[in-house]
């Protein structure tokens, strides 16, 4: 098969689509669509092939998309756009011979071993294993929560649900914050805390904790107020990654990570300049006895921005994956 394949990286808002050589892994000819432009997945995937020329007999006949909502069943129905469409009915109008279509973190946790060392920020420097579990975790609209480990033959991707574990809160403040999200949502889940949403309740909550008015309307204002200088942006942002430190340190345990902890997201490569001053890295590794065991993990940033293609790209032929 020498016609380049087609990816994708499909969340509420956007479908990023490319094509990759047979044998590669590299995405070429990215193109970003705005999935409320299209009626679905098919049209999306169309209209971006005759963009780039690949259509018609020089069209794709293999393909591998990942999308951010469950994938496990025949149809698959965004959360949040209004795709909806079974993979049978997109292999045979896309004219495929074959078709994945995979979760969006796990195309995350399937990409970062072939994310470049250059677009890695280390947080901690750890022990070098190589054939071990990493963990790869990121806040974003949710919590994405998942493992990648290097078998024989091909990576093996460790898809789990671990944002919807209990949070569990470590000190006077966090009781504090725990109990007016339990006010308002009733079970608090890690990821209730840990995404966008979450960022902007616990900036709201802090400041009624401290009597402060809280001006900022969204994820992005409460980071802007905190880059300001604003005193509970600061102690906002600087809480969230303590408490992501908290949760990512507890993951690692739970999944023997000594491959490596790989922080993606939409969130947190915004707030890079903020982990050397919160209490991300202690709370990794506050662990009790197991704290020499999270201390030795290596902790990185992935900046890649296209992480979630090449993980299409690695699914598509990957033998672990199935169609």
């Known amino acids: 098969m020498n016609r380049p394949a087609l990816i994708g990286d499909i969340g509420g808002t956007n479908a990023r689509f490319a094509l990759v050589v047979p044998g590669e892994v590299s995405p ?25 020329g690949a259509s018609g007999d020089k069209a794709p006949k293999e393909a591998c998309l990942a999308f951010a909502c469950p994938v496990h069943g025949e149809r698959v129905t965004m959360t949040n756009n209004h795709w909806d469409f079974t993979k049978t009915q997109a292999r045979e109008a896309l004219g495929l011979d074959l078709f994945k279509v995979v979760n969006d973190f796990m195309a995350q946790a399937l990409g970062v071993p072939h994310v470049d060392e250059a677009d890695l920020m280390t947080v901690q420097h750890g022990d070098d294993i190589g054939h071990a579990t990493r963990l790869v975790i990121g806040p974003g609209t949710g919590l994405g929560v998942a493992g990648v480990f290097p078998a024989r033959r091909a990576w093996i991707p460790l898809p789990t649900e671990g944002g919807h574990v209990s949070y569990a809160p470590t000190d006077a403040q966090e ?22 949403q979450g960022l902007l309740d616990l900036y709201r909550i802090l400041a009624e904790i401290e009597g402060h008015p809280a001006p900022a309307a969204s994820p992005a204002e409460v980071t802007q107020a905190a880059n300001r200088g604003d005193p509970l942006g600061r102690d906002t942002i600087l809480r969230f990654l303590k408490i992501l430190g908290d949760v990512a340190g507890d993951a690692a345990l739970t999944m023997g990570a000594r491959g490596g902890v790989y922080l993606c997201g939409g969130i947190v490569p915004r707030l890079i300049d903020w982990l050397p001053h919160s209490g991300f890295l202690n709370a990794f590794s506050a662990k009790g006895r197991m704290r020499p065991y999270n201390e030795a993990i290596a902790i990185h940033v992935v900046t890649a921005p296209w992480t979630g293609l090449l993980g299409a790209a690695e699914a598509l032929h990957n033998e672990e994956v199935e169609p």
């Open 175 to 196: 009781l504090a914050i725990y109990e007016r999200f339990h006010q308002r949502y009733g079970r608090v889940s890690v990821e209730r805390v840990l995404c966008g």
């Open 28 to 52: 070429r000819e990215i193109q970003t669509l705005p999935c409320a432009d299209y009626p679905g997945v098919v049209d999306a995937a169309r209209a971006y092939l005759e963009g780039v």
